[in-house]
Nanobody, 114 residues
């Protein structure tokens, strides 16, 4: 399974970005997918998950601001990020879990200016 992230960039605080993760296999075969991020000088942390049944889970820090979704026709996992804060700055990674195996994308950078 290959993952390719896109949509990162530089945005002012309060702005929005939409990240997209293109998955090389049918999204229906994915057990769960998610977005993680690594802020400068910090460990990678969970941002949001979406499960095969469509239920979602968010880190407390992004609840109400970020929305994870799955496009079954395009085989993508997207992350809509609104009301961005400087502390959202980091490298964002797409992750999928399928048949007991874990796959990661190479990441896309998000920078939020104050």
């Amino acid at each position: 399974v290959r993952l390719m992230e896109s949509g990162g960039g530089l945005v002012q605080g309060g702005g929005s970005l939409r990240l997209s993760c293109s998955v090389s296999t049918s999204i229906f075969t994915i057990d769960r997918a998610g977005w993680f991020r690594r802020a400068p000088g910090k460990q990678r942390e969970l941002v949001a998950l979406i499960f095969s049944r469509g239920n979602t889970h968010y880190a407390d820090s992004v609840k109400g601001r970020f929305t994870i979704s799955r496009d079954n026709a395009e085989d993508t996992v997207d992350l809509q990020m609104n009301s961005l804060k400087p502390e959202d700055t980091g490298d964002y990674y797409c992750h999928v879990f399928r048949d007991g195996y874990s796959y990661w994308g190479q990441g896309t950078q998000v920078t939020v200016s104050s």
